[in-house]
């Protein structure tokens, strides 16, 4: 199964650009990247997903280097409406493992 | 509008009474989901259905059971709950699943206590 890494915790301050790294060393060729985003006590909402170069749609961009072993989940301008916990999910195909996330905290 | 929906969304219960969570769907999806989620150890899936009466277990099926006789519904039955399965339960959908791709839309989640 591909595992994925991603920091627990990152702070930013309203209006900055937020990166959020995510490792998947074992992608698989066929899978796809994708990110959810979740508010406490709400179910997790899909952001962006994609599978090789850059992605981007109107609330982020998906940023997959060429070897695809990693993906960086890229936020413009962030508000504190962006306080969330963000996932990423690599192919696993049916069976859908979300790992731990990210837990994104912006400061006013 | 496009959604998920659950039923009950709170529900408090008793160990060994038999309960059951309603999830349906209204945009055909084939794909349907169910996830439990704890604090520390995020989303975990359950079970999940790629068609009428196609059910596979996920990470944690223990003390569960699914059913998948119609497209839209897909509810999740605890025939014996226990207090373990204290949890916010999230019911999903997607019109795709091959290799991770499609959207899953969730629903807004039952929190189920097991005294």
């Known amino acids: 199964l591909a595992k994925t890494t991603q920091p627990i915790s990152m702070d930013s301050y309203e209006g900055q650009e937020v990166n959020i790294t995510c490792s998947h060393n074992n992608i698989a060729t066929n899978d796809y990247i994708t990110w959810y985003q979740q508010f406490p006590s709400q179910g997790p909402r899909f952001i962006i997903q994609g599978y090789k170069t850059k992605v981007t749609n109107e609330v982020a961009s998906l940023f997959i280097p060429a070897d695809r072993k990693s993906s960086t989940l890229s936020l413009p301008r962030v508000s504190l409406s962006d306080t969330a916990v963000y996932y990423c999910?690599?192919?696993?195909?049916?069976?859908?493992?979300f790992g731990p996330g990210t837990r994104l905290s912006v400061l006013p | 509008e496009a959604q998920v929906t659950q039923n009950p969304r709170y529900l408090i219960t008793v160990t060994g009474k038999k309960l059951t969570v309603t999830c349906s769907q209204n945009m055909n999806h084939e794909y349907m989901s169910w996830y439990r989620q704890d604090p520390g150890l995020g989303l975990r899936q359950i079970y999940y259905s790629m068609n009428v009466e196609v059910t596979d277990k996920g990470d944690v099926p223990e003390g569960y059971k699914v059913s998948r006789k119609e497209k839209r519904n897909f509810p999740l039955i605890l025939e014996s709950p226990s207090p373990n399965q204290t949890s916010l339960y999230f019911c999903a959908s997607s019109s795709t699943w091959a290799s991770g791709s499609g959207e899953q839309y969730f629903g807004p989640g039952t929190r189920l206590t097991v005294t």
């Open positions: 999910l690599v192919g696993e195909g049916q069976n859908f493992v």
